[in-house]
């Protein structure tokens, strides 16, 4: 045994002698040119898609594995990429490669060869805010006719199929205020309170409304504004203070205590002393912040960010001009209101990837 | 060579170079890791190079140590059904019995055809050797069971085990070392057991420690010593010489095989040098293996398995845990250490430094089974099981002494003095740092990358080599659970192969425990080591329920 193992031990000591400069020096890039038979100094190139498995060609040749992946051992120079996925354009560049660097092309976004739209409401809308993590209050001027939507109701894993998403109105069928006429609605970011400032039965109304209950529950607090304020804003870590701004000062109103206070400019939250309530968003960083979803007018278009050296822009879809649109990370799908009908849609720019839902249990929910 | 084996009561100069040998292991172990990390930060390039040479050089021992794993376990299988007492008769009668299995024609069962050759080279050596041993009728068996908080649950099962033993239980004494400081039920306990025991042995006493000895520490070493000087007299009285005593100094929960004594003492038969030899068995964890959580099942099998890959290479074998040797070097060497818990270790190298280098461990293919660790909670458990790792790691101490004697001899060979100083410092280091560089400090330079590094091949390049010699190494760890299963005793319980199922996946908490099982503890050792808070003895919690 004690001679076996020294034959076994001194086997495994040249084994390492010899492979261990050999995987060193491949980890550092060098590789021996089949032809010169020299040492040669090579880069990598790393690709990874969206939605991912596409299969990658490297001047013509089939990479091993599909996107994630790393291709190794690639002279320096140009080097022209394909990548190809069932239903997505081609996506083709010459890519420079440098010795004994990566070139890191993350998260290219394949674009579908048709863009996968759906309509969701027939209903047409004169705008769409947000409220919450997921809700969509699809707006109109007529009370009864004002519609949420949750924007993660559509998700299923192939979102080439028909989703549905479920329209609710804000207001019941046998609500007082069905017949109001809508005069400005106040939402704060992520907040699941909208305020709607609305003319109801000729009289002037405000409407605190809670989104989290099922039906939502409606709250009418005009009597806290003896004037009609200019601006109305709270701040989502504390749904209980909203601050109301008249030209003479701010008033805060505790919902809670149903008590109005005066409020000093000076202690109101940081994010609530910028005046302009309801940016119209038309800029979204997605796929990571690689790219740009943006809107021209009516076009809703996706840029690239990373280009290598051929811009291009994709046309995506029409849409109402002067109206919100909405980007919902969790399922890549862009929420827009149409430019011919004024109905709902939603685009899938995203493909979604499901997360593992791990089963919460309700008495931890509840906490 | 006369060398004072102890960190005490030495000259100015002496003390300062243990001093300074005692912080080297600990200091190599964190310059080692807090290096890596700072170049992980800093040079992730120079990072990367040695962390990928440090994970071939595991791939290639992890191999090393599998093959030699799978070898010594086929080689304990072999020599399981071993009929030793016949062999032992037969040495008695040597010349007759070298013909006869000579011409003994044998089955084509090749584990016996193995064990017959291996057998047969053993005699031949002895033959060569001249020096015969004295008869098997007058070989005894001394064994100690230094107690101190065990009770009669645990106690009881090891003496059992030896009174069933293929061997004349009246060639064997029994010695209770009772440390006088143990509590009253623990005394009572042990005065029944040799009540009870003292008739079926040659001899079994007790000898109680005294509670405070100037010169000693609260150690298991000094309690063996004393009792094993008062042994020495007992054999003097019986005029029994201490050449024909074999010492076996057992942990108060190990319960020996049934072929222990008799395997003991053929191998110590066939040594030609027995009196300078210690004689190590393969330590297994059964006795309450199935009571204990998954990790402690682990940690315990990689020990074994530690054990049966160390067996295979005697030149560098070193006595661990419950283990025997010759009574006559234990005398010559002035038994084990008074001052140092790693008594079991230490032995050895205080009778390799005393007879010059000229002492060796014979590794024994019989099994000798131990409690797990094992306390009332998870919690407590892997407290306890850290405490004693920690322990075992506390060998470390065994550094300092070892090398200021191997800077002072002149007899042993300077090959051999290199060869184990070497081999013990490089066992330490590996040991407190290697698993966190395989679990953490391997990953660094990818999770530190700066932008230069994150653009260069090598960031690509070092996961997927690692990724590699990980999957090569899961191979390895497949072994170790097949193995790990063949080696587990059966369970009584219902639907025991289940929990031998579970047992396989817990195999995958390996990361985990090389971290917290073993090189934190080997860590933490060192340390203590390095900043001079040495460790006292502190004895392993070990709890047995009866399977239902």
Same mark, same amino acid.
């Given at each position: 045994?004690?001679?076996?193992?020294?034959?076994?031990?001194?086997?495994?000591?040249?084994?390492?002698?010899?492979?261990?400069?050999?995987?060193?020096?491949?980890?550092?890039?060098?590789?021996?040119?089949?032809?010169?038979?020299?040492?040669?100094?090579?880069?990598?190139?790393?690709?990874?898609?969206?939605?991912?498995?596409?299969?990658?060609?490297?001047?013509?040749?089939?990479?091993?594995?599909?996107?994630?992946?790393?291709?190794?051992?690639?002279?320096?120079?140009?080097?022209?990429?394909?990548?190809?996925?069932?239903?997505?354009?081609?996506?083709?560049?010459?890519?420079?490669?440098?010795?004994?660097?990566?070139?890191?092309?993350?998260?290219?976004?394949?674009?579908?060869?048709?863009?996968?739209?759906?309509?969701?409401?027939?209903?047409?809308?004169?705008?769409?805010?947000?409220?919450?993590?997921?809700?969509?209050?699809?707006?109109?001027?007529?009370?009864?006719?004002?519609?949420?939507?949750?924007?993660?109701?559509?998700?299923?894993?192939?979102?080439?199929?028909?989703?549905?998403?479920?329209?609710?109105?804000?207001?019941?069928?046998?609500?007082?205020?069905?017949?109001?006429?809508?005069?400005?609605?106040?939402?704060?970011?992520?907040?699941?309170?909208?305020?709607?400032?609305?003319?109801?039965?000729?009289?002037?109304?405000?409407?605190?409304?809670?989104?989290?209950?099922? !039906?939502?529950?409606?709250?009418?607090?005009?009597?806290?504004?003896?004037?009609?304020?200019?601006?109305?804003?709270?701040?989502?870590?504390?749904?209980?203070?909203?601050?109301?701004?008249?030209?003479?000062?701010?008033?805060?109103?505790?919902?809670?205590?149903?008590?109005?206070? !005066?409020?000093?400019?000076?202690?109101?939250?940081?994010?609530?002393?910028?005046?302009?309530?309801? !940016?119209?968003?038309?800029?979204?960083?997605?796929?990571?912040?690689?790219?740009?979803?943006?809107?021209?007018?009516?076009?809703?278009?996706?840029?690239?960010?990373?280009?290598?050296?051929? !811009?291009?822009?994709?046309?995506?879809?029409?849409?109402?001009?002067?109206?919100?649109?909405?980007?919902?990370?969790?399922?890549?799908?862009?929420?827009?209101?149409?430019?011919?009908?004024?109905?709902?849609?939603?685009?899938?720019?995203?493909?979604?990837?499901?997360?593992?839902?791990?089963?919460?249990?309700?008495?931890?929910?509840?906490? | 060579?006369?060398?004072?084996?102890?960190?005490?009561?030495?000259?100015?100069?002496?003390?300062?170079?243990?001093?300074?040998?005692?912080?080297?292991?600990?200091?190599?172990?964190?310059?080692?890791?807090?290096?890596?990390?700072?170049?992980?930060?800093?040079?992730?390039?120079?990072?990367?190079?040695?962390?990928?040479?440090?994970?071939?050089?595991?791939?290639?021992?992890?191999?090393?140590?599998?093959?030699?794993?799978?070898?010594?376990?086929?080689?304990?299988?072999?020599? $399981?059904?071993?009929?030793?007492?016949?062999?032992?008769?037969?040495?008695? $009668?040597?010349?007759?019995?070298?013909?006869?299995?000579?011409?003994?024609?044998?089955?084509?069962?090749?584990?016996?055809?193995?064990?017959?050759?291996?057998?047969?080279?053993?005699?031949?050596?002895?033959?060569?050797?001249?020096?015969?041993?004295?008869?098997?009728?007058?070989?005894?068996?001394?064994?100690?069971?230094?107690?101190?908080?065990?009770?009669?649950?645990?106690?009881?099962?090891?003496?059992?085990?030896?009174?069933?033993?293929?061997?004349?239980?009246?060639?064997?004494?029994?010695?209770?070392?009772?440390? $006088?400081?143990?509590?009253?039920?623990?005394?009572?306990?042990?005065?029944?057991?040799?009540?009870?025991?003292?008739?079926?042995?040659?001899?079994?006493?007790?000898?109680?420690?005294?509670?405070?000895?100037?010169?000693?520490?609260?150690?298991?070493?000094?309690?063996?010593?004393?009792?094993?000087?008062?042994?020495?007299?007992?054999?003097?009285?019986?005029?029994?010489?201490?050449?024909?005593?074999?010492?076996?100094?057992?942990?108060?929960?190990?319960?020996?095989?049934?072929?222990?004594?008799?395997?003991?003492?053929?191998?110590?038969?066939?040594?030609?040098?027995?009196?300078?030899?210690?004689?190590?068995?393969?330590?297994?964890?059964?006795?309450?293996?199935?009571?204990?959580?998954?990790?402690?099942?682990?940690?315990?099998?990689?020990?074994?398995?530690?054990?049966?890959?160390?067996?295979?290479?005697?030149?560098?074998?070193?006595?661990?845990?419950?283990?025997?040797?010759?009574?006559?070097?234990?005398?010559?060497?002035?038994?084990?250490?008074?001052?140092?818990?790693?008594?079991?270790?230490?032995?050895?190298?205080?009778?390799?430094?005393?007879?010059?280098?000229?002492?060796?461990?014979?590794?024994?293919?019989?099994?000798?089974?131990?409690?797990?660790?094992?306390?009332?909670?998870?919690?407590?458990?892997?407290?306890?099981?850290?405490?004693?790792?920690?322990?075992?790691?506390?060998?470390?101490?065994?550094?300092?002494?070892?090398?200021?004697?191997?800077?002072?001899?002149?007899?042993?060979?300077?090959?051999?003095?290199?060869?184990?100083?070497?081999?013990?410092? $490089?066992?330490?280091?590996?040991?407190?740092?290697?698993?966190?560089?395989?679990?953490?400090?391997?990953?660094?330079?990818?999770?530190?990358?700066?932008?230069?590094?994150?653009?260069?091949?090598?960031?690509?390049?070092?996961?997927?080599?690692?990724?590699?010699?990980?999957?090569?190494?899961?191979?390895?760890?497949?072994?170790?659970?097949?193995?790990?299963?063949?080696?587990?005793?059966?369970?009584?319980?219902?639907?025991?192969?289940?929990?031998?199922?579970?047992?396989?996946?817990?195999?995958?908490?390996?990361?985990?425990?090389?971290?917290?099982?073993?090189?934190?503890?080997?860590?933490?050792?060192?340390?203590?080591?390095?900043?001079?808070?040495?460790?006292?003895?502190?004895?392993?919690?070990?709890?047995?329920?009866?399977?239902?």
């Amino acid at each position: 045994m004690l001679v076996l193992r020294k034959i076994i031990f001194y086997i495994f000591t040249v084994i390492y002698l010899i492979l261990c400069p050999l995987i060193v020096v491949r980890m550092l890039g060098f590789v021996i040119n089949p032809l010169t038979h020299r040492l040669v100094k090579t880069g990598l190139i790393y690709v990874s898609t969206n939605p991912p498995s596409a299969i990658v060609y490297i001047d013509g040749k089939q990479a091993h594995q599909t996107t994630p992946t790393a291709i190794r051992d690639l002279t320096p120079g140009e080097h022209f990429i394909r990548i190809e996925l069932n239903g997505y354009n081609d996506w083709e560049r010459n890519i420079p490669i440098v010795a004994k660097k990566a070139t890191v092309l993350a998260n290219i976004l394949l674009i579908p060869e048709k863009w996968p739209i759906k309509k969701i409401s027939n209903h047409s809308y004169q705008n769409i805010i947000t409220a919450g993590d997921d809700i969509l209050i699809a707006s109109n001027p007529v009370l009864k006719d004002i519609d949420l939507f949750h924007t993660t109701q559509g998700i299923t894993e192939n979102f080439r199929e028909e989703n549905t998403y479920e329209t609710t109105p804000l207001f019941s069928k046998n609500s007082i205020y069905n017949d109001g006429l809508l005069l400005r609605l106040f939402n704060a970011p992520q907040s699941p309170y909208i305020l709607i400032e609305a003319n109801i039965k000729d009289k002037h109304k405000f409407l605190w409304i809670n989104l989290k209950e099922n !039906p939502p529950l409606i709250e009418d607090i005009s009597d806290f504004f003896p004037e009609i304020p200019t601006r109305i804003a709270w701040d989502n870590a504390d749904n209980d203070n909203i601050f109301a701004f008249y030209p003479q000062g701010i008033y805060r109103i505790n919902i809670k205590d149903k008590a109005i206070y !005066p409020q000093n400019t000076r202690h109101l939250p940081n994010n609530l002393k910028q005046q302009e309530p309801h !940016p119209t968003q038309d800029k979204f960083l997605i796929n990571d912040k690689n790219d740009l979803l943006t809107r021209e007018w009516r076009w809703i278009h996706l840029s690239p960010k990373e280009n290598f050296g051929k !811009p291009q822009i994709y046309n995506i879809a029409r849409s109402k001009p002067s109206t919100n649109m909405f980007f919902e990370d969790k399922n890549g799908e862009l929420f827009y209101l149409d430019d011919d009908t004024g109905s709902l849609f939603s685009a899938q720019i995203l493909p979604y990837h499901p997360i593992l839902n791990i089963p919460i249990p309700d008495a931890l929910r509840s906490k | 060579m006369k060398f004072n084996f102890s960190k005490e009561n030495l000259e100015a100069p002496q003390a300062k170079l243990q001093r300074c040998l005692e912080i080297l292991p600990g200091a190599c172990s964190w310059a080692s890791l807090l290096g890596l990390i700072f170049l992980s930060i800093f040079y992730p390039l120079c990072a990367a190079i040695l962390i990928v040479a440090f994970y071939l050089s595991w791939i290639l021992k992890i191999t090393y140590s599998t093959i030699f794993l799978v070898l010594s376990y086929f080689q304990l299988n072999i020599e $399981e059904n071993t009929d030793w007492i016949t062999r032992i008769k037969g040495i008695d $009668e040597l010349p007759n019995y070298l013909k006869e299995i000579r011409s003994q024609k044998l089955d084509y069962n090749w584990p016996q055809l193995i064990s017959h050759k291996i057998h047969l080279n053993q005699l031949k050596l002895l033959i060569k050797s001249k020096s015969l041993p004295p008869s098997s009728n007058k070989i005894y068996h001394l064994v100690i069971f230094p107690v101190i908080k065990e009770g009669r649950d645990i106690l009881e099962p090891a003496i059992e085990a030896i009174t069933v033993q293929n061997f004349s239980t009246q060639q064997i004494v029994i010695v209770f070392a009772l440390e $006088e400081r143990a509590l009253e039920p623990v005394q009572i306990a042990v005065r029944e057991l040799v009540e009870k025991y003292k008739k079926v042995f040659f001899e079994c006493m007790i000898v109680v420690h005294p509670a405070i000895v100037p010169g000693e520490a609260r150690v298991k070493g000094a309690n063996a010593t004393c009792a094993g000087r008062e042994a020495a007299l007992f054999f003097h009285k019986h005029k029994i010489p201490n050449e024909h005593v074999i010492i076996s100094c057992f942990d108060a929960d190990t319960v020996v095989s049934v072929n222990y004594f008799p395997c003991l003492t053929y191998h110590f038969m066939v040594c030609p040098n027995r009196l300078q030899a210690s004689f190590q068995p393969i330590p297994v964890y059964h006795n309450n293996i199935w009571n204990v959580p998954g990790f402690a099942r682990v940690v315990e099998t990689g020990s074994s398995f530690y054990q049966l890959i160390e067996s295979t290479n005697p030149e560098k074998l070193v006595t661990f845990s419950s283990h025997s040797m010759s009574f006559k070097a234990l005398v010559d060497v002035d038994y084990w250490p008074v001052d140092m818990i790693s008594d079991d270790s230490a032995i050895f190298w205080k009778a390799y430094i005393h007879y010059d280098g000229q002492y060796q461990v014979i590794p024994m293919y019989v099994t000798l089974s131990m409690d797990v660790a094992c306390a009332d909670n998870w919690w407590q458990t892997a407290q306890s099981v850290y405490k004693q790792k920690q322990r075992w790691a506390w060998g470390v101490e065994n550094f300092p002494i070892v090398m200021r004697a191997f800077l002072e001899s002149k007899k042993i060979p300077l090959y051999e003095r290199l060869r184990l100083g070497f081999k013990l410092f $490089e066992g330490h280091l590996s040991w407190a740092t290697s698993g966190f560089i395989l679990s953490i400090i391997g990953w660094l330079p990818i999770i530190f990358a700066r932008q230069e590094f994150a653009a260069s091949v090598v960031y690509y390049n070092v996961p997927a080599i690692a990724n590699t010699i990980f999957a090569l190494g899961f191979f390895a760890i497949c072994i170790t659970i097949l193995l790990s299963l063949a080696l587990l005793p059966k369970t009584k319980l219902r639907y025991g192969w289940l929990l031998k199922l579970g047992h396989a996946f817990e195999w995958m908490m390996v990361p985990f425990i090389l971290v917290f099982f073993s090189a934190l503890p080997a860590l933490h050792a060192q340390t203590r080591l390095m900043l001079g808070r040495y460790l006292e003895f502190w004895v392993t919690d070990k709890k047995r329920t009866p399977q239902k």
